[in-house]
């Protein structure tokens, strides 16, 4: 609780419900292992809305002579896996994780899981700060590394796989959730009418991306 309570001290929050930012930081082994309620995956749920709203708008306003498909690059690349768990990284996140029996190794945490609780966090400001609050700790955080172009190596297999096709003439990419499951979410890639390849992780962007990365790596060997 103290850790918590300090985490908040930072940002000059002054919490009104207290055990949303509990819940943001209890994973969902608590609740088969615990007589606990809630985890953190609703707010995450939330908290992945509330980041992409930000960074979009503060792109937007930024950037105004950026077209859409810039800006949807640049999007990407902040709100990306990787990105989200530097961030939670940055703000200490992973030592707050309230764990079940059923997790032993407790010091060897995710990335998925990582970059979850600085989407559940997120979603907790959210609904007990709101929207301002939120932006405060996403300009220091992920914004802040994107302006000092810390987030350049992490690449948007995406957005490179689409150029790389282009450069054969047209040609229609498509995306297919196969699964979406949590943790466990498939995505097929087809271009035109071929299947390409299967991507496997733990949100849809991660399976689209891991997909796209293994045609675009395939595509660059030949």
């Known amino acids: 609780m103290y850790q918590i309570q300090q985490l908040l001290k930072q940002f000059d929050i002054t919490p009104k419900n207290f055990a949303l930012y509990q819940q943001a930081f209890t994973h969902a082994?608590?609740?088969h292992n615990h007589k606990i309620q809630s985890n953190y995956e609703k707010l995450e749920f939330l908290g992945d809305a509330v980041i992409e709203l930000i960074v979009s708008e503060h792109l937007l306003k930024k950037y105004l002579d950026m077209n859409e498909g810039d800006l949807s690059k640049q999007r990407i690349m902040?709100?990306?896996s990787k990105t989200l768990a530097?961030?939670?990284?940055?703000l200490r996140l992973p030592e707050l994780i309230k764990f079940g029996d059923s997790i032993r190794d407790k010091n060897n945490i995710s990335e998925n899981i990582i970059e979850d609780v600085?989407?559940?966090f997120i979603g907790a400001v959210y609904?007990?700060?709101g929207l301002k609050k939120c932006q405060t700790i996403l300009k220091r955080t992920i914004i802040h590394l994107y302006e000092i172009h810390s987030l350049n190596d992490m690449a948007d297999f995406k957005t490179m796989l689409q150029e790389q096709i282009q450069k054969t003439g047209k040609h229609h990419i498509f995306y297919?959730?196969?699964?979406?499951?949590?943790?466990?979410t498939r995505v097929e890639l087809w271009i035109d009418n071929i299947k390409m390849g299967i991507g496997i992780g733990n949100k849809i962007k991660d399976a689209q991306m891991q997909v796209a990365k293994i045609v675009?790596?395939?595509?660059?060997?030949?």
């Open 176 to 184: 297919k959730t196969t699964n979406k499951e949590l943790g466990n």
């Open 127 to 129: 609904l007990d700060q």
């Open 78 to 80: 902040m709100v990306q």
């Open 118 to 120: 600085f989407e559940s």
């Open 86 to 90: 530097k961030a939670s990284k940055i």
């Open 216 to 222: 675009y790596q395939r595509m660059r060997k030949k």
């Open 29 to 31: 082994s608590c609740t």
